[in-house]
């Protein structure tokens, strides 16, 4: 749970750095016109999924913990089947 929780927050923060970051689009040089957009919005996508990451990761870790019954039930409905 630890190692989801500290993967799901650098995603997070690659993705706001990306965001706040305004000279990075200077050293990426994409072959796509509108490099701004597409830059972007692969920064919003990173930031999504890493939030997402952290919140799951974070109600499985206190479900564990104080062994609730529900967030592990939410928990294990989100997560595939191994």
């Known amino acids: 749970m630890v190692f989801s929780q500290v993967t799901g927050?650098?995603?997070?923060?690659?993705?706001?750095?990306l965001t706040v970051d305004e000279?990075?689009?200077?050293?990426?040089?994409?072959?796509?016109?509108?490099?701004?957009t597409l830059f972007r919005g692969?920064?919003?996508?990173?930031i999504v999924i890493g939030s997402i990451v952290v919140v799951v990761s974070i109600l499985?870790?206190?479900?564990?913990?104080?062994?609730?019954?529900?967030l592990l039930t939410i928990v294990s409905r989100i997560l595939p089947d191994r």
């Open 23 to 36: 000279s990075i689009l200077k050293v990426v040089d994409f072959v796509v016109t509108d490099q701004s």
């Open 60 to 70: 499985g870790f206190v479900g564990a913990i104080i062994e609730h019954r529900i």
């Open 9 to 17: 927050l650098a995603v997070l923060g690659v993705g706001v750095w």
């Open 42 to 46: 692969t920064a919003i996508l990173l």
